[in-house]
Nanobody
Framework: QVQVVESGGGSVQPGGALRLSCVAS????????MAWYRRAPGKQRELVAI??????NYAESVKGRFSISRDTDKNTLYLQMRSLKPEDTAVYYC??????????????WGQGTQVTVSS
C-alpha cells in the first residue's frame, strides 16, 4: 500500500521558479533511487534528474537550473526549478524505488503534476 504523490506544479512566466514535491507514504522500509521525469505535449517521457545514494544526475537541458534533493525523514523528494523556460512545460512525474515492510523492492510512480511556462 505504498503511494507516491507529487505536488507543487503550476503556471509561471519564463525565468520564474517552482518547487515540486514528491511524498512517499505507506508501509515503507527504505527508499533507494528517486527521480523526476517529465512528459511534454506530443513527446516521450524523459528523465529530468535522479537522486541516488551519494550522487545526482541531471538532463543536459536542466543543468544549472534545476536541483534535486530529498528529505529522508519525511520520505520526500524535491525538485527546485529556476530560470524556467517554455520548453520546460510538461507533466512532471516522480519515480521511486521503494522497499516495503515486507522487504519487497518495487518502482512506484506518482500521478504527475503540471508545470506550464509561458508569457
Amino acid at each position: 500500500q505504498v503511494q507516491v504523490v507529487e505536488s507543487g506544479g503550476g503556471s509561471v512566466q519564463p525565468g520564474g521558479a517552482l518547487r515540486l514535491s514528491c511524498v512517499a507514504s505507506g508501509s515503507i522500509f527504505n527508499i533507494y533511487n528517486m527521480a523526476w521525469y517529465r512528459r511534454a505535449p506530443g513527446k516521450q517521457r524523459e528523465l529530468v534528474a535522479i537522486s541516488k545514494v551519494d550522487s545526482t544526475n541531471y538532463a543536459e537541458s536542466v543543468k544549472g537550473r534545476f536541483s534535486i534533493s530529498r528529505d529522508t525523514d519525511k520520505n520526500t523528494l524535491y525538485l527546485q526549478m529556476r530560470s524556467l523556460k517554455p520548453e520546460d512545460t510538461a507533466v512532471y512525474y516522480c519515480n521511486a524505488a521503494i522497499e516495503n515492510s515486507r522487504r519487497r523492492l518495487s518502482d512506484y510512480w506518482g500521478q504527475g503534476t503540471q508545470v506550464t511556462v509561458s508569457s
